[in-house]
Each structure stands twice: as structure tokens, then as C-alpha cells.
């Protein structure tokens, strides 16, 4: 059983910083992929940051202020935010796509971890 443990939300003013972290522990073989999503208050889950290998994508809205990077040895994924703007505010999600063992890839989700920027 594989679970992701993610931890770093709280409440930041604007133009501060935070860093999330998403633990996965359990039966892991490879992590393919991380991913961070955030969903706002009446507002669809969208993709935010993304890492495979050395090979990183963003949403336009982060690009330049959020920087995903992972720990390969720890199987920990993190998302290193800076220049936070109000609009940042939404619960984040990380997901990683995980090699169970040779033929078998899941795919999984962490608890969720509430970001607020406000002043």
C-alpha cells in the first residue's frame, strides 16, 4: 500500500513564500511522475506544476514564481512557491504516477493541504 503524506501549507501574506512536500512511502518500484494541482473555492482542480526525470512544466499563472523539484533517494516531491498572490489561495494536491513493480503503474493522491494569501 503506497501513501502520500504531504505537509508546508498554512497562511502567508502576499509576495511571501512556501514550500510543500509530499511524502510517498510503501512498496514503491519508480516514481514515472509528480504533479501538483490546486483547487480554489467554485473553481475546477487544475495542474499547476509538473516533474518527470529533470523535465519540469508549468501553468502559465506560476511560471516564474513556483519551482517542483524531487528527492529520488527520499521519494519526495516538493513545490517551492514564492511571490504568492491572492490568487494562490486553494487547497494543493500532489499526485505521483508510481511503478508498483515491472507491469503494474498506479497512480496516487495526497491529502490535500490548504494554502491561504492574504494580508
Known amino acids: 500500500q503506497v501513501q502520500l503524506v504531504e505537509s508546508g501549507g498554512g497562511l502567508v501574506q502576499p509576495g511571501g513564500s512556501l514550500t510543500l512536500s509530499c511524502a510517498a512511502s510503501?512498496?514503491?518500484?519508480?516514481?514515472?511522475?509528480m504533479y501538483w494541482y490546486r483547487e480554489a473555492p467554485g473553481k475546477q482542480r487544475e495542474l499547476v506544476a509538473a516533474i518527470s526525470g529533470s523535465s519540469t512544466n508549468y501553468a502559465d499563472s506560476v511560471k516564474g514564481r513556483f519551482t517542483i523539484s524531487r528527492d529520488n533517494d527520499q521519494n519526495i516531491g516538493y513545490l517551492q512557491m514564492n511571490s504568492l498572490k491572492p490568487e494562490d489561495t486553494a487547497v494543493y494536491y500532489c499526485n505521483f504516477d508510481i511503478w508498483l513493480r515491472l507491469g503494474e503503474r498506479r497512480s496516487y493522491w495526497g491529502q490535500g493541504t490548504q494554502v491561504t494569501v492574504s494580508s
Open positions: 510503501g512498496s514503491i518500484f519508480s516514481i514515472v511522475a
